[in-house]
């Protein structure tokens, strides 16, 4: 009984192998056609251009100031700078909820994720456009610096009351140029960018303020300002502009 048991148990493990192996198989094709699938990264630029003309902003703008690019990236992909377009463990959750139905987990996505989205897969969804994000991330990490990448994604992300591009947002809810934000300003579009509509600080200043709390405490986390810092930050208003006052 116990070599039966044990010769059980080898077959089990041997078919488990088998499976592991063809669906990494599968993986490794499936990413190979993905990636001949999918065009090359060299024209982001252009397609930035072609956004910022739809949206009747300048192209190029300015390049993105460090307080609004530190709090993003403090926020939104704190390894940003020294590790892979992707986040690998972010592409597995995205598999397993694919695979069990479970969306309630949908972030990770890298900043290069991001700005893929918006270049390459505007307004569409589903597992293949996700995938094509994913190797346009690869592809757009590796053709261009990581200060041009900030650049194009500052300029096409959308910040709310149909400002797009961050010097857009900058006037608009500032009355200034990007180049004259202050850190809690450059913080409170950071985090205005994951979810413009309902991190509203003008329809609702309250949650803003929530979203900006976050983004402060990330901040924090990741030692871009001390404990001093974070409680300055936190005590000091929004200071958005009322609407007739928008504007450079």
């Known amino acids: ?30 990413a190979v056609a993905v990636w001949l699938g999918t065009p090359s990264a060299t024209d982001a630029p252009q397609r930035t251009a072609a956004q910022a003309k739809d949206y009747g902003i300048a192209y190029p703008g300015p390049d993105v100031p460090a307080v609004f690019s530190n709090a993003l990236i403090a926020t939104e992909d704190k390894r940003f700078n020294s590790e892979s377009a992707v986040d690998p463990f972010a ?10 139905g479970d969306t309630s987990d949908q972030g990770g996505a890298t900043i290069q994720q991001q700005l893929a989205k918006m270049l390459y897969t505007p307004g569409q ?32 992300a959308y910040y709310g009351h149909n400002y797009y591009g961050l010097e857009s947002a900058a006037c608009g809810y ?3 140029p990007a180049a004259n934000l202050t850190p809690e300003q450059g913080a409170m579009l950071a985090g205005a960018v994951n979810a413009p509509t309902y991190d509203d600080p003008i329809s609702d200043p309250a949650q803003a303020y929530r979203r900006y709390s976050h983004v402060i405490g990330r901040m924090k986390s990741v030692g871009d300002i001390t404990q001093a810092q974070e409680k300055q930050m936190l005590t000091a208003t929004l200071g958005v502009v ?3 006052e928008a504007g450079c």
Do not use: C, W
Request: hydrophobic fraction near 45%; glycine fraction near 10%.
């Open 1 to 30: 009984m116990r070599y039966r048991r044990g010769g059980r148990g080898r077959r089990i493990l041997k078919r488990l192998g088998i499976t592991v192996v063809t669906l990494a198989v599968i993986l490794v094709i499936g």
């Open 91 to 100: 592409v597995i959750r995205l598999v397993a909820s694919r695979v069990t």
């Open 125 to 156: 969804g589903g597992i293949s456009s996700e995938f094509k994000q994913v190797v346009m991330a690869y592809k757009l990490d590796a053709t261009f610096s990581k200060k041009e990448i900030l650049n194009m994604y500052a300029e096409v």
């Open 174 to 176: 500032y009355g200034h």
């Open 242 to 244: 009322p609407r007739s």
